[in-house]
């Protein structure tokens, strides 16, 4: 069987434009590849001076971000930059082998332009022959370098994006940039600089929050929760307008007496805890004039998954004016459930109905792929399954609401199939079943408007 293909399209992105956002529609929608990957490069091979990559890499994801089902921008350059001190150029070889590393069930392909192949640029790039022979490069054609026929992408550079930039409010450059650049890239473009923000801990919301703000236009320094509270780390770099602790929530309390200690800038302190009152957890920072915040991401966060729902969730907020002015700057038209005047015991409560539906899908999917499995059916392929209907279920009740987006056997008014199912079950399967079942006919019953 046939492995589906990773195209790999790596670049400057320096800023990205319209026809890097097309080369991935233009490769999908022509069944070149079953996925792609973009890969901001972290240097220039001959020493180009570039945007910072983190900037390139939140303006990339922008780009990108309406593809991002099928689309993975990564930052695999500057993992593979760490790994060799942050020393050396970029080489496409050492990204490809990296990526096919990283997806061993795809047949991972290099993309490059038709200009690259006319001009026998890629014959001279560092291990061109194990590229050609490992990485089979997919040709995307270019105007000038293919048959015009051929060529369906529209023919822009980022010099020339840059170019109109410099212009500043020239009507012809801006009206030009209009056309070239992705809307989400030029509002980010022309924000500029807006300020700088110091990220305490390195977890998986550290991992999404940076490129977040980055996208908004703050620029950010990442620092250690745990060498904070242990003394062992040094404050971030640059002067913060704001400091979010993004650490364990038991480590709270004891990252705020550290940053008072070491004589942190007197400048909003957040906090990402459901379950904290910014002034309770943070109280050694507002004691010391801090004002004090939570900034709560409603959303399941995992630093493996490059594609974040970070831009698109609700955040939970609540703390002092001037940190709440922060946090409403970083969310710009994102929308947020106002915490304010909720007493410890209902910020617990609060965060327990986030846990209830953020943490427990897992039982549902493992009881149901353990009962598939139970019949013999192979795991691999029932696990799939389940996680699809999961898939599908959550995407119909929320399109839908209830009743509308409720299937099966209650939606149907069904008693016996339920009773049947209950019994057919065992162990914890048939209890859970027996909960949720009961609830959701009480759910549907009231969604109808139908007697108890």
């Given at each position: 069987m046939e492995r589906p293909v990773l195209a790999v399209l790596g670049?400057?992105?320096?800023?990205?434009?319209?026809?890097?956002?097309?080369?991935?529609?233009?490769?999908?929608?022509?069944?070149?590849?079953?996925?792609?990957?973009?890969?901001?490069?972290?240097?220039?091979?001959?020493?180009?001076?570039?945007?910072?990559?983190?900037?390139?890499?939140?303006?990339?994801?922008?780009?990108?971000?309406?593809?991002?089902?099928?689309?993975?921008?990564?930052?695999?350059?500057?993992?593979?930059?760490?790994?060799?001190?942050?020393?050396?150029?970029?080489?496409?070889?050492?990204?490809?082998?990296?990526?096919?590393?990283?997806?061993?069930?795809?047949?991972?392909?290099?993309?490059?332009?038709?200009?690259?192949?006319?001009?026998?640029?890629?014959?001279?790039?560092?291990?061109?022959?194990?590229?050609?022979?490992?990485?089979?490069?997919?040709?995307?054609?270019?105007?000038?370098?293919?048959?015009?026929?051929?060529?369906?992408?529209?023919?822009?550079?980022?010099?020339?994006?840059?170019?109109?930039?410099?212009?500043?409010?020239?009507?012809?450059?801006?009206?030009?940039?209009?056309?070239?650049?992705?809307?989400?890239?030029?509002?980010?473009?022309?924000?500029?600089?807006?300020?700088?923000?110091?990220?305490?801990?390195?977890?998986?919301?550290?991992?999404?929050?940076?490129?977040?703000?980055?996208?908004?236009?703050?620029?950010?320094?990442?620092?250690?929760?745990?060498?904070?509270?242990?003394?062992?780390?040094?404050?971030?770099?640059?002067?913060?307008?704001?400091?979010?602790?993004?650490?364990?929530?038991?480590?709270?309390?004891?990252?705020?007496?550290?940053?008072?200690?070491?004589?942190?800038?007197?400048?909003?302190?957040?906090?990402?805890?459901?379950?904290?009152?910014a002034r309770e957890g943070l109280a050694a920072a507002a004691a010391a004039g801090h004002p004090v915040g939570t900034l709560h991401p409603i959303c399941s966060l995992r630093r493996e998954r490059p594609h974040s729902r970070l831009g698109s969730c609700v955040f939970g907020l609540e703390g002092d004016p001037e940190a709440r002015a922060v946090a409403l700057r970083w969310l710009g038209p994102q929308r947020h459930l106002d915490l304010q005047g909720l007493g410890a015991e209902q910020r617990t409560r609060y965060h327990a109905a986030c846990a209830l539906a953020g943490n427990h899908l897992a039982v549902l999917g493992e009881r149901a792929t353990e009962t598939m499995r139970s019949l013999g059916l192979p795991g691999p392929i029932a696990s799939e399954a389940i996680g699809e209907l999961l898939r599908s279920a959550l995407e119909n009740l929320l399109a839908l609401g209830v009743p509308l987006g409720v299937s099966g056997p209650a939606a149907r008014g069904d008693l016996g199939a339920l009773a049947r199912h209950e019994a057919a079950l065992e162990g914890a399967a048939s209890a859970l079943y027996r909960v949720l079942s009961g609830q959701l006919v009480e759910l549907l019953q009231a969604g109808r408007g139908e007697p108890r």
């Open positions: 670049g400057s992105f320096d800023p990205p434009h319209l026809g890097h956002a097309l080369i991935p529609t233009y490769l999908l929608a022509r069944g070149l590849a079953d996925r792609v990957l973009v890969a901001p490069c972290w240097s220039h091979p001959f020493a180009k001076q570039m945007m910072p990559f983190a900037d390139r890499l939140a303006l990339t994801r922008l780009a990108m971000a309406a593809q991002a089902e099928t689309v993975e921008v990564s930052d695999v350059e500057a993992r593979l930059a760490a790994r060799r001190g942050g020393e050396g150029p970029s080489y496409s070889y050492d990204l490809l082998r990296a990526v096919a590393e990283e997806h061993p069930g795809f047949a991972v392909r290099l993309v490059v332009g038709s200009d690259i192949v006319v001009r026998g640029e890629l014959q001279r790039w560092h291990r061109a022959a194990e590229i050609a022979a490992e990485f089979s490069p997919i040709v995307v054609p270019r105007v000038g370098f293919a048959d015009a026929e051929d060529c369906a992408l529209p023919e822009i550079s980022s010099t020339a994006v840059r170019a109109w930039l410099a212009a500043g409010d020239d009507p012809a450059a801006q009206e030009a940039l209009t056309m070239a650049v992705p809307a989400a890239v030029l509002r980010r473009l022309r924000a500029g600089h807006v300020g700088h923000v110091w990220l305490l801990g390195r977890g998986n919301v550290a991992a999404h929050a940076e490129p977040w703000l980055r996208e908004r236009g703050w620029s950010t320094a990442i620092g250690s929760a745990r060498e904070l509270v242990e003394g062992t780390g040094e404050l971030p770099e640059g002067t913060p307008d704001a400091i979010w602790l993004l650490g364990q929530d038991r480590w709270l309390g004891r990252m705020a007496a550290a940053l008072v200690a070491r004589g942190a800038p007197r400048v909003p302190v957040l906090h990402a805890a459901g379950a904290v009152v």
